[in-house]
């Protein structure tokens, strides 16, 4: 199954992984709950890239909801191109969106995810406005 990402949401990040035996469930494929963990690690690691995981002022994001579509199973061994995109900025938050695909089946999705980011100041435990250059990158 092929899945186009709509025009408004922008690629800002891709990385690839291998899937780990302790990734599976009994049923020989990876456990739901470790796609998040994936989408997670996507998006860890693009504020990483982009210096912006937690600010010396105490801010960083955090996730208001998070979901996931799970199209074809993936397996141990599996190797597994993450693309993150973004979309929606607005004062404090931002929507990020993530596809899975096996390296070896380029184009055809796996998984189908996202979550919205609030940015916060984590001192007063409050929405905090989008640095201007985060906002720049996720418009």
């Known amino acids: 199954m092929k899945f186009q990402i ?5 690629l800002v ?25 994936y989408m997670e690690h996507a998006r860890v690691d693009w ?14 994001a ?3 909801n998070a979901f996931c579509n799970f199209k074809r199973q993936l397996k141990y061994k599996d190797e597994v191109l993450l693309k ?3 979309s929606g900025a607005a004062r404090a938050t931002f929507d990020t969106w993530t596809t899975m ?5 380029p ?11 609030i940015w916060i100041d984590t ?3 409050k929405a905090a406005s989008l640095p201007e250059a985060l906002r720049a990158l996720v418009s």
């Open 47 to 60: 504020f990483e890239h982009i210096d912006f995981l937690l600010l010396p002022n105490g801010h960083g």
């Open 6 to 10: 709509p025009e408004h949401k922008k």
């Open 62 to 64: 955090v996730i208001a």
């Open 107 to 117: 184009g055809v999705i796996c998984a189908e995810g996202g979550a919205t980011v």
């Open 13 to 37: 990040y891709e990385t690839t992984f291998m899937v780990k035996w302790g990734d599976m469930d009994a049923m020989k494929h990876v456990n739901n709950a470790m796609y998040f963990k």
């Open 123 to 125: 001192l007063r435990e």
């Open 84 to 86: 993150m995109y973004v």
């Open 101 to 105: 695909e096996r390296v070896n089946e």
